[in-house]
Structures are given as C-alpha cells and as structure tokens.
C-alpha cells in the first residue's frame, strides 16, 4: 500500500547531510547557521524555554532538547559519553524533529550529530565575534576530538582566526585535527602542553571530554584581555577550568538556569552574575569593554541553537533531493479508522 503525501515527513541522512554541507560550503554553511542562531537570540522572548531533560548513569548521560516559537516545536535528542571513543564509539550522537505547531505533525526528521558539530561551532563563533578581541589572530585548542575542526574553521570563517595551537593529552587526536585542517588556510601548531598552546593566544577554546571536574586550564595559563570559549564543561560534575579563573572572568551563558547546573559555573554560588547571550545580541547588556577584561562563554548548548539549526536544514533541503520522504505518520483515510487501516494491510 502506498502512504499519502500526509503521511511523508521528509528525512535527512547522515549521507545527505554531508552531501549538502559539501554542497553548501562547510565555513558559509557555518556562518548561515550562525546568522540564524544570531536571528533566533535576537528574539529570545518568542520562545518556550527550559533546561534540557537529562537522563544520567555511570556511563554517560542522554538528554533531550525541546523548544517552540509557537509556530514551529523542535527537540534533539542526544548523547554525551566521553568513555566511547575507547570502544570505538562516538562522544556525542544526535538527530532531531522539527514540527507544526498548528497541526503538531512532524516537518522534518534528521540526523544531528553533524550538525550538533556544525551547530555549536557557529555558536562558539558567533559569541566570539561579539565578546573576543577585535585583533584576534589565534586560538588554542584544546581537545582535538570530533568537534575540534569545526570550531577552528568557524573561527576562521567569523572571528578572523590565523592561526591555530592544538593540545590534546592523545597525540593521535592531534595529528588528526592537524592532518584534517591541511590546506584549510589556518597555520597549524601541534603543540605538546596546554601551556604551549596558549602561548600568544587571543582566543582559547577548551573542548575536552572527561567525566569529571577537570582542571585543563589553571589560573596562571589565563592573561588578561583573552576570550575563553569553553565548550567541553556541560554536565553535572564535568567541568573544565579552575575556579578561580572564573573568579577573574566576565561569564556570558546561553539560559542561566541551565548553565548553572551544567556548566562551568556550577563551582560558583547560584547567584554569581552572569550575562546572558541574547541581551548582548540585542544590544540590552555589554559584550567586551575594554582589551584587558577577561571574558568567558560557559557553553552548554541550547536547544535554541538546535531549533535554528533544524529550521536552516529545513529551508535548505527545499526543492533538493538532499531528504528522502519517510512514510512516518500513520494516515487512514478516516482519521478516526486507524484500525480499518491496519485491517485492510492484512
Ligand atoms: N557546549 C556544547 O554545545 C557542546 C556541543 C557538543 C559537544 N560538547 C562537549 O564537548 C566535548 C568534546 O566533544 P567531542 O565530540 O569533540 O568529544 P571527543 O571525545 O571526540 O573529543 C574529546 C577530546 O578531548 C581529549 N581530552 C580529554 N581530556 C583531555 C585533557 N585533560 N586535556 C586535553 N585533551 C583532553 C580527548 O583525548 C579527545 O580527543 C564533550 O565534553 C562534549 O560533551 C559541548
């Protein structure tokens, strides 16, 4: 029996998403994802908002993602385990659902690991290009793993990024990132401490994966007048930089009442004064004022930026053939004889 056109949501392979990204262009897909996330924050105020619903255990966590405009509802489902990739495995899967809301069928279905990678890069960048310096000409990396290379090009494409120092406590990490960013334009440092590669850095981005509160910046490593984009603290108990660098820091989050649970500042006390994202965006809270400040972005991904970045794939595969149509809804042709449907399948 064929499904009808309501029954069909279209769907977005990894294969395809890839297909569309070369298509598109990785660093301008980056940046047209970023305008959107910009666009989105922009008008903070239209959408429901919530902390992510986490499910915790030994091994990892598995969350999901879900916000609405009113018009349209999307959720990501995804997964953070850092002992995966010793078993061969990813740290962080995705795939995500936008929907109407008028009607509450699904619009689209796709894959997001990509692009939770294409996403949080056009983040990261996004916020630097507010709150980093102006002059900034290169970042240290730290954690060459599965996000890193995406992060370098998006500060590339938006922050006007030169140069990148890469530090990993797995030197094959390291040679990956650096293999996989030959012939990008950005010059390459493989460098063997953190201490080496925030040697001379305008922006450090930590992107580590460990189950714990890790200690991959102490208070000394950190001069005045950077910007630290910390992507890798965003779980209960799994943090990245000593305390007292954020003590030294301005702190700038997506949604507070996330952040503080999951982030950096949850080493802080509850009300320590953090500025939100989307009043910078808006122009309502300052981003850097001045060359000597300190400014951190505790990043914990929002699913705002996943509801933008489903809303992006979903204009950009229109009248492509980067989706196949998945015959997803049941649809009898009395609404109200879903079991006369399945009868007549017999
Ligand atoms: N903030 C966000 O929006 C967001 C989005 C995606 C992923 N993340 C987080 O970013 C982190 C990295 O994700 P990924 O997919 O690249 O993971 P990954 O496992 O592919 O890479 C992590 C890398 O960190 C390295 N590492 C671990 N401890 C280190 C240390 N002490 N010093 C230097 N390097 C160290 C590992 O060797 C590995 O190469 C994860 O913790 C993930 O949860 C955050």
Not at 22 to 35: D, N, P, R, S, Y
Not at 298 to 324: M, N, P, Q, R
């Amino acid at each position: 029996m064929q499904p009808s056109e309501k029954a069909l949501v279209p769907f977005v392979s990894v294969d395809n998403m890839m297909r569309l990204v070369h298509h598109v262009g990785l660093e301008k897909m980056i940046t047209q994802i970023a305008a959107r996330i910009e666009a989105d924050f922009k008008r903070w105020e239209s959408f429901d908002k919530t902390p992510r619903i986490p499910a915790h255990s030994p091994h990892g966590v598995i969350e999901l993602m879900p916000t609405s405009d009113g018009e349209a509802y999307g959720f990501k489902y995804v997964n953070g385990h850092p002992k995966n990739t010793s078993e061969g495995l990813q740290t962080v899967t995705a795939f995500g659902l936008l929907a109407d809301v008028y009607t509450g069928y699904p619009t689209l279905l796709t894959e997001m690991t990509m692009l939770t990678a294409l996403r949080t890069a056009a983040t990261s960048a996004l916020v630097g290009s507010y709150l980093a310096p102006k002059s900034s000409s290169v970042m240290a990396m730290i954690g060459n793993g599965a996000q890193s290379e995406f992060q370098c090009l998006a500060f590339k494409a938006m922050c006007g990024i030169k140069t990148v120092r890469l530090y990993d406590t797995d030197p094959n990490a390291t040679k990956k990132c650096a293999a996989n960013l030959l012939g990008s334009g950005l010059t390459i440092v493989q460098c063997k401490t953190p201490e080496d590669a925030i040697e001379g850095a305008d922006i450090i981005t930590t992107c580590t994966a460990d189950k714990k509160n890790a200690t991959i910046l102490t208070d000394n490593m950190v001069g005045p007048g950077v910007h630290i984009n910390a992507i890798g603290g965003d779980c209960p108990g799994k943090t990245e930089l000593h305390r007292d660098i954020l003590l030294r820091s301005d702190i700038f989050v997506e949604y507070p009442e996330q952040t503080r649970v999951e982030g950096e500042i949850q080493a802080l006390e509850n009300d320590h004064p953090v500025t939100e994202m989307w009043q910078v965006m808006t122009g309502q809270a300052n981003g850097r004022r001045d060359d000597r400040q300190i400014t951190l972005f505790d990043s914990v991904g929002f699913a705002i930026e996943d509801f933008s970045a489903l809303c992006y794939i979903k204009s950009a595969i229109e009248g492509t053939d980067f989706y196949v149509a998945l015959d997803m809804l049941a649809d009898p042709d009395d609404p109200r004889d879903l079991f006369g449907m399945l009868m007549r399948a017999g």
